[in-house]
């Protein structure tokens, strides 16, 4: 198994550019999980769902970012407008119906 | 609201000392929790896991302990190595439900 992929890997962009950070979760896996990481904050979950619906947003920073999961193999996290302080590295993850969750190699975000 | 705190926040230890990171949690009603290991550049990877069923767990060097009354879990690493050196994260959780994390650990050994 190729295992939850990322794209882009790496992101530079300006403030104000829309970002579009997408991830493929690992076939056969039903819940899918995005989490930011910065140094002062740590792993923060910022939505997840189950069965390609959201069940908790609770942790999306404010209206600029959504996520969308169109189908079960792809998930896509928007920012508009991107800011500087949006700068991390964001994962994916995704787990079966256990509670073992498998990230992917991460998004590293810059907003210049 | 729910977290975990997790300690220490760094560790030193020579090759072939034992390191252990420890971390408490607040919501009673969690019974999984797993312990992840992050390389420089990449995703966490999980290295072991317990159930709230078991007391302790172990992996060849690694092993888990919990203590659900205390609502503590300790991760203890024996004969470590430096490819041991990373970020340790804790987790608590339960079924259909998102984990949290500790803040992590810097495990660093040296040779």
């Known amino acids: 198994d190729a295992g939850v992929i990322q794209s882009p890997r790496h992101e530079v962009t300006e403030m104000g550019q829309e970002v579009t950070l997408r991830c493929k979760p690992i076939s056969g896996h039903n819940s899918l999980f995005w989490y930011r990481q910065t140094m002062m904050r740590g ?3 910022l939505i997840y769902f189950n069965n390609n619906v959201p069940i908790d947003d609770s942790g999306m920073p404010e209206d600029r970012f959504s996520a969308k999961m169109p189908n079960a193999s792809f998930s896509t ?3 508009q407008p991107s800011e ?4 991390a590295v964001y994962f994916c993850a995704s787990s079966s119906s ?5 990230f992917g190699p991460g998004t590293r975000l810059l907003v210049l | 609201g729910e977290n975990v705190e997790q300690h220490p926040s760094t560790l030193s230890v020579q090759e072939g000392d034992s390191a252990v990171i420890k971390c408490t949690y607040s919501d009673s009603a969690s019974n999984y929790f797993p312990w992840y290991k992050q390389e420089l550049g990449k995703g966490p990877q ?3 896991d317990i159930r709230s069923n078991v007391g302790e767990k172990k992996d060849q060097r690694i092993a888990v302990t919990l203590n659900k009354t205390a609502k503590h879990f ?3 690493i024996t004969e470590t190595q430096p490819e041991d050196s990373a970020v340790y994260f804790c987790a608590e959780g339960q079924a259909g ?3 949290i994390f500790g803040k992590g650990t810097t495990l660093s050994v040296s040779s």
Not at chain 1, 84 to 87: E, G, L, T, W
Not at chain 1, 98 to 102: A, G, L, N, S
């Open chain 1, 43 to 45: 792993l923060e979950l």
């Open chain 1, 77 to 79: 996290l928007k920012i």
């Open chain 2, 97 to 99: 439900t998102a984990l």
């Open chain 2, 74 to 76: 300790s991760l203890h």
């Open chain 1, 84 to 87: 500087p302080r949006d700068s």
């Open chain 2, 46 to 48: 999980l290295i072991i």
């Open chain 1, 98 to 102: 256990t509670e073992t969750q498998y």
